[in-house]
């Protein structure tokens, strides 16, 4: 049977940290606490919920749940305004190109992300049809390192773990793969992925014939 390939989405598919970089930023700085990119690399493939909880410990900060509530919906409507403006123009490059050809050879494909916001995502930047199944924040209780979100995408698509691929450019996301048993392919920097299977700077470093190897 066909390997069954799963895609995280921010850092994968689209560049939404620079996003939930401007965003966790605004929020930082108005509780009077310092973020940079340095900071922001932290919080990849981190929820919602823990990135906040990071930036308070940063600047040993301390709120009542109601405005810890309050900050995160702060923050992520100041996120949607930038994410409204995606567009397909910002898939990252060559990613379309592969999903084209997984879909062609009837690979099942699955999105396995920490995002509460991953099918808005998709759908803005017209993606939703290429994806058999989608795990995202609002379905995993055990956020990346946890293997959970790959372990129930590959479940969906009807997968044992040791058939499926994942796509991650997360410490965390590519720790979740090896816990599941999958096939890592890092996206991203070796320095930082080096415990993937496979590690690339992004799509266009994998030749055809190595993303054959890779996928079959
Ligand atoms: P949201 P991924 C993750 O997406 C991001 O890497 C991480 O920075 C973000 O905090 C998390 O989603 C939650 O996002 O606030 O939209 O629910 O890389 O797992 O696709
Ligand atoms: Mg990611």
């Known amino acids: 049977s066909k390997k069954a390939i799963i895609f995280d989405l921010d850092g994968v598919i689209v560049d939404t940290a620079k996003f939930h970089f401007l965003a966790w930023r605004d929020l930082a700085n108005k509780l009077g606490i310092d973020f940079t990119e340095k900071e922001n690399e932290q919080l990849k493939g981190v929820s919602r919920v823990r990135s906040l909880e990071k930036i308070l410990a940063w600047g040993n900060k301390e709120l009542s749940s109601e405005d810890f509530e309050q900050y995160m919906q702060e923050k992520n409507e100041n996120y949607l305004k930038y994410v409204d403006q995606l567009t397909q123009a910002d898939i990252l490059p060559d990613v379309h190109k592969r999903l084209e050809e997984l879909k062609q050879k009837q690979h099942p494909i699955a ?98 014939k190595v993303f054959q190897q890779i996928t079959n």
């Open 111 to 208: 999105l396995g992300s920490a995002s509460k916001n991953a099918r808005r995502i998709l759908k803005q930047m017209q993606l939703t049809h290429y994806f058999d199944a989608i795990v995202d924040g609002n379905e995993v209780t055990k956020a990346k390192p946890d293997p959970e979100v790959f372990l129930k995408a590959a479940e969906l698509l009807k997968a044992s773990p040791e058939d499926a691929v994942v796509f991650e450019d997360s410490v965390a996301g590519v720790q979740a793969a090896n816990q599941a048993q999958m096939l890592s392919v890092g996206i991203g920097e070796k320095s930082v992925l080096g415990e993937a299977d496979y590690v690339f700077k992004d799509f266009t470093e994998i030749s055809d």
